[in-house]
């Protein structure tokens, strides 16, 4: 069959291919204020780059394409300059000097992080009326306090087209009818694996299960930081908690406002019970040495219990003696050996996510010491992390096959491009269906997709899993529930009306 291409005055000739679901979805959101739900690696930057190519050419004003992360932001900026007929497509991050980005924020097409854009609206350095249209890329993050929703509410009051991106909406309620009301949502465009125009461009990707026993050495660590957390439940029992047995950090945090406003006495179990129940998880999910680097940034700290603890807590200061002890031994995670057999007999590219810093270091030393070609994918926080330039580099090293396995945590989950990744491992469960079905769509674009998901037996992995599979459900029947109510609440006015 003949490729087609898409034809515009703009859009450079022959470069971008011709998909009915794609013109669809980008004529949809030219119209009213749309957010796209399209799965990963299906081409939502090709659906923007068809909006985009419509506004230039019919509307004044110029584009502002948000993304959250250096790396993406700069992704879409190298695909919007490699096909557009215009010359001035900009990027501006953080890292660009104040006297640079005046300078950068007069351009036709801008692409950008959020936090500096909020930051330079508020500086007045650019203005919301200089542009017709502002795309968000991963719109799911327009929750609470982020960016996003601060940039939002500064283009309130003008004419701006909103176009929001996504590979998934949360799957709980109140999240997607906050994205929808904060972004002026009208009409949701949404595309699923399973829907007619979009299946004879998606690869299938296997999944399978692996879970692994924890040696005995972890498992006697583990057994004294649950004894330690045990205490802490009945000590808050008795203070008139009303807490269940299923121990959980999300319950914890939620009585922690009602702790801080009505029952002060709760107050130090109860932030010590959190940070024992964060240990705990760190431990099971990525093992001896990730645990230890957690009780030493939480030592140092000056916080509500911490001294007491360290220093008075027999069940608690035992699990970290055990822990120094298998450290000595060498025992980490058996994760680790799995992962050595998981990988050792690809011939392709592999991903590997883990949601921990501390993590990542770990898994990379692992895979350096049994002569694995690997590299890590970390983002800027404060003086740690990688700068954009490293994060770049190392994304394209990894294209390029310098890297055979890439260790990435959050950064790595949105948006990443890189077409030949075959398997995707995740090192630990996300408790969330949005990162878990980004993390899955970076694997099976060109070819058959493998994913693994590695599970400590009779550990939070177990319980994570569980979760994740009810909010992935969840999250698939999402957009058409949002969509119904936005039909329901328009009557005779648009979407963007009925919420007022």
Not at 116 to 127: A, W
Request: with cysteine; net charge positive; glycine share 6%.
């Amino acid at each position: 069959m003949v490729s087609q291409y898409i034809e515009h005055k703009l859009i450079k000739k022959d470069s971008i291919e011709y998909r009915e679901y794609q013109i669809n979805l980008a004529n949809q959101a030219i119209r009213e204020n749309c957010l796209v739900v399209l799965p990963t690696g299906l081409g939502k930057t090709t659906v923007a780059l068809q909006v985009i190519a419509d506004f230039l050419s019919k509307r004044e004003g110029g584009v502002l394409f948000l993304a959250p992360t250096r790396v993406l932001a700069h992704q879409h900026y190298e695909f919007l300059k490699n096909n557009l007929k215009i010359d001035d497509v900009v990027l501006i991050t953080g890292e660009d000097l104040l006297v640079k980005r005046k300078k950068l924020w007069i351009n036709s097409v801008i692409c950008a992080t959020p936090e500096i854009t909020k930051n330079d609206l508020d500086r007045q350095i650019v203005s919301p009326d200089q542009f017709s249209l502002l795309i968000i890329d991963e719109a799911h993050r327009t929750i609470g306090d982020y960016a996003y929703s601060g940039i939002s509410e500064r283009f309130r009051n003008t004419n701006v087209r909103i176009v929001g991106m996504t590979a998934t909406l949360p799957s709980e309620k109140d999240k997607a009818t906050e994205i929808l009301q904060t972004l002026r949502i009208s009409s949701i465009a949404q595309r699923t694996e399973e829907s007619p125009d979009v299946k004879p461009y998606v690869q299938q990707t296997e999944t399978q299960w692996i879970t692994v026993e924890l040696p005995p050495e972890m498992k006697e660590v583990q057994s004294y930081l649950k004894a330690a957390l045990d205490s802490r439940y009945q000590e808050l029992k008795r203070l008139g908690l009303n807490l269940s047995e299923n121990k959980s950090l999300s319950q914890l945090l939620r009585v922690r406002e009602f702790v801080i406003r009505q029952n002060r006495r709760a107050a130090k179990p109860l932030f010590t019970a959190i940070r024992i129940t964060h240990a705990l998880n760190v431990f099971e999910s990525h093992g001896v040495t990730s645990f230890l680097r957690f009780c030493q940034r939480t030592q140092e700290k000056k916080g509500v219990g911490i001294r007491d603890l360290f220093e008075n807590d027999l069940n608690f200061a035992k699990a970290v003696r055990l822990a120094k002890a298998a450290q000595a031994k060498g025992i980490e995670h058996s994760k680790i050996l799995k992962l050595k057999e998981i990988l050792g007999p690809i011939s392709g590219k592999a991903l590997v996510f883990t949601s921990y810093r501390d993590s990542v270091e770990i898994i990379y030393q692992k895979l350096i010491e049994m002569g694995i070609a690997a590299g890590f994918l970390i983002g800027k926080a404060g003086e740690t992390g990688l700068k954009q330039k490293k994060q770049i580099e190392t994304v394209q090293k990894f294209r390029d096959g310098v890297y055979k396995v890439l260790i990435a945590t959050r950064v790595g989950e949105e948006g990443l491009d890189i077409s030949e990744v075959n398997l995707v491992v995740f090192f630990d469960n996300v408790p969330s269906s949005i990162r878990y079905i980004q993390r899955k769509g970076r694997t099976g674009r060109k070819s058959l997709g493998r994913l693994v998901v590695l599970i400590a037996k009779d550990t939070s992995d177990e319980t994570y899993y569980w979760i994740g599979k009810r909010k992935v459900t969840a999250a698939k029947n999402m957009g058409e529930k949002m969509s119904k109510i936005l039909e329901r609440q328009s009557g005779d006015k648009t979407g963007l009306d009925a919420y007022f």
